[in-house]
């Protein structure tokens, strides 16, 4: 059973998906860019967790 997507979120990087990716799997890098563009991240307070219901 398939369930609807609540919301989607699009947006596109002028960067390699070699970066993106790196970005996307690094706490430390993603907090630097994953926020609302007018506002920042509290530093340490983003996680990824790369596991199957992981954070």
Request: charged residues 20%; glycine residues 8%; negative net charge.
């Amino acid at each position: 059973m398939s369930q609807p997507f609540l919301y989607s979120v699009e947006r596109q990087f002028p960067v390699t998906i070699d970066k993106l990716w790196h970005a996307w799997v690094d706490a430390k890098a993603l907090e630097v860019w994953y926020h609302p563009t007018d506002l920042g991240s509290v530093k340490g307070a983003t996680e990824s967790d790369l596991t199957i219901g992981g954070l």
